[in-house]
């Protein structure tokens, strides 16, 4: 039975704003002298330890567009999304052993950076324009509208959205004008937040499915019952479509390609996120190595429970509204939209939990929006700002630009997701983000792995890798089927439902990022053989000590075990 939002569950989302305003205020009190040291605000130098590291890095991540979108993508194609985040966790080991150690022996501040140090200005100017269009019009607008919807369904309805959208934005703009401090620690309550709401969700949406099939409160009856009643949600691999397959299915292999999207663009999709990537990156580059990789190595064995909180709820609105039940909550905002299954599960809390699982999401929003917000602060202000704008500003008037742009971008957030100026709603929430950012991740990957390990890369390769993984990205999920036809060597190409032909976006990444590099490799070689600008590796730079090394293969054991369990 549906409970609706009372006077408990404001008072304890409103002890959860209290208790992140009041740690924040303290963080930036007990720190304030710092604050006028652009490094201590955009970086938190030397300041986060290992937990703050790998919270803050999952906080960040683990936002609307997982909550709302992941478990929308976990209400259509099942398990099988969570290959994001479990591939992820392994992503998360390499950067962590070979990563790191060349971001923090560099002494960067910025991705940007590192790209000027390894190849030249043009490409560093170059990327921070890219990375700045893409954490405000797809990252920043994508957290805020999916974030607004959720919430605005789960207390009050369409009418609310916009109120609750500058909310959002407010709040956020709070906790990020304090810099990377008060954003680090405060994460740390955000993801304890995040955690207990969560896992208090999954647990009602299990106890609910277990009601639906007469088998009273046990959520383990739920669990094994949602297994049998949709047993297709709970396979990681989908196999090829054949001429027979209906629209649906094809659709799950459009978005999750089976095991051909472990070739390259899995892989890439998180190697661009979690290791060239400035919103996350940033948490471990003020911190020493040790340090910085405990913090990643724990933020990897986060991301293995991560579905439980983010998938799980959505397979269970599957089969509830398979069954006819949450008819009413899937079209909340006037038709059915997967998007709707967390906040569908939602309604059904009891009062108080709500409060707690309002705040949970809140938490969730706030820590990526406030994480998205600084990265585009420092990027502009460090690599735009200072280097080319005024490169004679004070430390002071650095961090008074880094705030001006924060308002900025958050403004900017706003009116793009007033009235979903960018098709947020019609794409899917998670697929939107992991598409679009995925034009121009096959070019920073291949240019980030080549700069690190490869000597004899140059400057002219990487402004060519970065321009053709675009291009090539662009061609591949618009224009390749019409020019070359549905089927090739290459890949299939299968109907959309909308009239047209897609090839799934990840092996258009990968296919991308394999050309890409392919030019890269051959522009280097008709180069100089001696690269000035090359790095020089030395082994013992990715030695992880005894307890880093239980971690790592602790993590690797159970990612196996899950694959064999739901391949």
């Known amino acids: 039975m549906r409970n609706a939002f009372n006077t408990l569950d404001l008072a304890v989302f409103l002890f959860y704003l209290v208790v992140v305003s009041t740690y924040g205020f303290y963080v930036y009190r007990s720190k304030q002298k710092a604050q006028v040291d652009s490094k201590d605000y955009f970086l938190a130098e030397g300041s986060l330890t290992w937990w703050a590291i790998g919270a803050s890095m999952i906080a960040s991540n683990i936002s609307a567009e997982q909550f709302i979108g992941m478990s929308g993508s976990g209400f259509t194609v099942g398990v099988a999304v969570a290959a994001y985040e479990w591939v992820a966790a392994i992503v998360l080991i390499l950067v962590a052993v070979f990563f790191m150690p060349i971001y923090l022996r560099q002494k960067i501040y910025t991705m940007p950076q590192f790209l000027e140090q390894r190849y030249n200005s043009t490409l560093s100017l170059v990327m921070s324009i890219f990375w700045l ?25 369409g009418e609310s959205f916009h109120l609750i959208l500058v909310a959002l934005a407010v709040f956020a703009l709070i906790i990020t004008l304090g810099g990377m401090k008060v954003v680090g620690y405060t994460d740390v309550i955000q993801v304890t937040v995040l955690l207990i709401g969560g896992l208090a969700t999954s647990y009602l949406a299990l106890t609910l499915v277990s009601q639906k099939f007469g088998l009273g409160n046990d959520v383990v009856a739920g669990f094994n019952a949602m297994m049998t009643d949709a047993n297709d949600h709970f396979h990681m691999m989908f196999e090829k479509p054949v001429p027979d397959s209906n629209q649906a299915y094809i659709n799950k292999y459009l978005a999750l390609p089976g095991l051909a999207m472990y070739a390259a663009g899995q892989w890439v999709a998180n190697l661009n996120y979690w290791g060239c990537n400035q919103y996350i990156t ?38 509830l509204h398979k069954n006819g039940s949450l008819q009413a909550e899937m079209a909340s905002t006037g038709a059915f939209n997967p998007d709707n299954a967390y906040s569908a599960i939602l309604t059904f809390l009891p009062n108080g939990l709500k409060g707690l699982s309002l705040a949970a999401l809140t938490a969730a929003i706030v820590a990526s929006l406030a994480g998205k917000a600084n990265s585009i602060s420092t990027i502009f202000t460090l690599d735009i700002y200072h280097r080319y704008l005024n490169k004679e500003a004070t430390e002071q008037k650095l961090v008074w630009v880094g705030r001006v742009t924060i308002f900025a971008a958050m403004f900017m957030a706003v009116l793009l997701t007033w009235k979903d100026l960018l098709g947020i709603s019609g794409e899917g929430g998670f697929q939107f983000i992991q598409k679009y950012t995925g034009f121009i991740s096959p070019g920073i990957v291949a240019v980030f792995l080549l700069g690190m390990f490869w000597k004899r890369t140059t400057g002219t390769a990487a402004v060519a890798g970065i321009l053709s993984g675009f291009i090539l990205s662009v061609f591949f999920n618009n224009y390749a089927p019409a020019v070359f036809g549905n089927e090739t060597f290459l890949y299939t190409a299968f109907p959309n439902g909308k009239g047209g032909y897609e090839i799934p976006f990840l092996i258009c990444m990968g296919w991308s990022f394999f ?8 522009l280097s070689l008709a180069g100089s053989a001696i690269n000035p600008k090359g790095l020089t590796l030395d082994a013992r730079m990715f030695r992880v000590a005894p307890r880093q090394l239980v971690l790592i293969v602790v993590i690797l054991l159970l990612i196996s075990a899950l694959y064999v369990k739901f391949w």
């Open 515 to 522: 050309f890409t590099v392919l030019l890269m490799v051959a």
């Open 133 to 157: 269009f893409l954490y405000v019009l797809v990252n920043l607008t994508a957290i805020l509208y999916l974030g607004a919807l959720a919430i605005s369904n789960l207390i009050g309805g």
């Open 282 to 319: 940033q948490r471990a580059l003020g911190a020493d190595l040790p340090t910085a990789r405990t913090g990643i190595l724990f933020a990897a064995f986060l991301k293995l429970i991560m579905p439980v909180i983010v998938m799980l709820p959505g397979i269970a609105a599957y089969v």
